[in-house]
């Protein structure tokens, strides 16, 4: 089974068990071979913050006989976002995004409604099922912030109550 070890903004440690007698195994990142390596871990750098990785590990049984060992789908940490900043959810930055949901619903999370959005197609709705079911919205940490003013857009129905703040630690 493959393992993840650390995680930072560049880099991807992990490590798996072997199934059998194979001494040597290769890495893939997203289907592309990276190296062949003969110990059980691996240390994927110089990669990219916020981005999702599909790792995989295939054993080389001999020649031309090679099995996936394992695979993870992983993403970089986040780096602190530079102001000004906008969030439109159109592409993979919203992973940096933490949403803490203390209740099951299926109706949070990124959707298409160009009705609603303030620049390309997509939204983030929250939907908790019941109008005192908290839902948070954690944005990534942004940097140089003093003196700065924060805005968004904000739709719903006649009993959304948004509120905004500040946290030291989600």
């Not at 986040?78 to 949901?101: G, K």
Request: glycine share 6%.
């Amino acid at each position: 089974a493959l393992a993840i070890d650390n995680i930072t903004t560049d880099s991807i440690a992990f490590h798996w068990s072997p199934r059998g007698e194979e001494t040597e195994w290769v890495v893939n990142l997203n289907d592309s071979i990276v190296v062949t390596v003969t110990d059980t871990f691996y240390v994927a750098e110089g990669l990219t913050a916020a981005t999702s990785y599909a790792i995989s590990v295939r054993a080389v049984c001999g020649d031309g006989d090679t099995s996936f060992a394992s695979t993870a789908t992983v993403h970089t940490e986040c780096t602190d976002v530079a102001v000004p900043y906008l969030e439109d959810f159109e592409d993979e930055s919203y992973m940096c995004w933490n949403i803490l949901n203390y209740y099951t619903s299926t109706y949070t999370g990124i959707y298409s409604a160009t009705s609603y959005a303030t620049s390309g197609s997509h939204v983030y709705r929250f939907y908790p099922g019941h109008s005192n079911e908290p839902v948070f919205a954690v944005m990534p940490r942004l940097d140089a912030l003093a003196d700065k003013m924060v805005s968004f857009n904000v739709c719903g129905s006649s009993y959304v109550n948004v509120q905004v703040g500040t946290m030291a630690s989600p």
